[in-house]
């Protein structure tokens, strides 16, 4: 898959087949529609592309929008390229780009320069300065400048929005079963390994302390889960901390992996753990015994998962 930082650094040949959209936790809802994209593409002889905005329009539209997302980019890329899209767009959404006309973004990047020939869109799908084009004018254009326009209808795109919504709602809660089954994955959180204050190699279980720079992630309620990373192509079980330990008083939350079996020096790696189940709510134990204690418990909680 080729990736591109702007619709202007697309500079293929070949006409093509796009969708648009944020598409944000590449769920089962959106994997059909690259599906279609994909199987379209290979019976007309087309580029499959899908363009997409970063930052999320919804962001710079409404600066006071706090809202969080179920992928940070990389891990969107990540999921693209397994699905088997041809060319990913990413276009930055600012100020200037929400102010184009209906007509520049047809012409100029949708036809000039996408070179569009086919395109599988939503039927709510809105476009242009102040959302001012819909799909039916979408229509209009097609015949001017010579493209197919598939529209997904109502109930499928309404079951998207439901998918999206109950990621959301599984992930705040950490209800992680209900996540998968809606994403069709795990649910993964990427980021750095840094340096903690070394506690849980004093008490037996050494972390990873995981930095997410992203702050517009979405991060799992507060708990202990079971996890499964790959290190060096290698996978590993373990259990993760999500909180502000209690027992300990810190004031920042943290994310804390303690990998079973494991014993190297992994800092400033970049690792992604998907998180698989709850295991508990965070707790405030009277002593670092008491703490050590049920660390235990939930490692043996863990392993009775892996051999499930």
Known sequence: MKIYKSIDEYNESKNSIVTIGTFDGIHKGHQKIFNKVINASKQSNLSSVVLTFFPHPRIILNKYNDIKMIDTLDEKIDHLEKIGIDHLVIHPFDKKFSLLSADQFIKEYLVDKLKLKHIIIGYDHRFGKGREASVTDLKEYSREFN??????????????AISSTKIRKSINEGNLKTTKLYLGRFFCLTGKVVKGDGLGKQINYPTANILIKEDYKIIPKDGVYYIKT?????????????GHRPTIGTKEKSIEVNLFNFDR??????????????????????????????????????LKLINK
Do not use: P, T
């Open 147 to 160: 493209f197919v326009v598939d529209e997904i209808d109502a109930q499928e795109i309404e079951k998207i």
């Open 265 to 302: 020096d992994i800092y400033d790696k970049i690792i992604s753990v998907d998180v698989v189940e709850k295991i508990r709510d965070e707790k405030k134990f009277s002593s670092i015994e008491a703490l050590k204690a049920q660390l235990a418990k939930d490692e043996e909680h863990c």
């Open 230 to 242: 790959k290190v060096d192509n290698k996978l590993y079980n373990g259990m993760m901390n999500i």
